[in-house]
């Protein structure tokens, strides 16, 4: 059975334990999803979009 979830999924529900069960107040959450938002528009983008595929597909490894 393949399950297939999207990255903001995956992230949000670790966003959600953090705040749950780690005691991460909530404006520090919205702070670093901001600054991740903004960061997107800058010349790094690029270079994060690839860094995650890339981890993303070492993860998941190759299906040929």
Do not use: C, K, Y
Request: hydrophobic share 60%.
């Amino acid at each position: 059975m393949n399950v297939s979830l999207p990255l903001v999924v995956v992230l949000g529900f670790f966003a959600w334990g953090a705040v749950r069960f780690l005691g991460v107040r909530t404006w520090v959450v919205v702070l670093i999803a901001l600054f991740g938002f903004w960061l997107s528009h800058t010349f790094l983008a690029p270079a994060i979009e690839s860094g995650t595929r890339s981890g993303v597909g070492v993860i998941n490894g190759s299906h040929d």
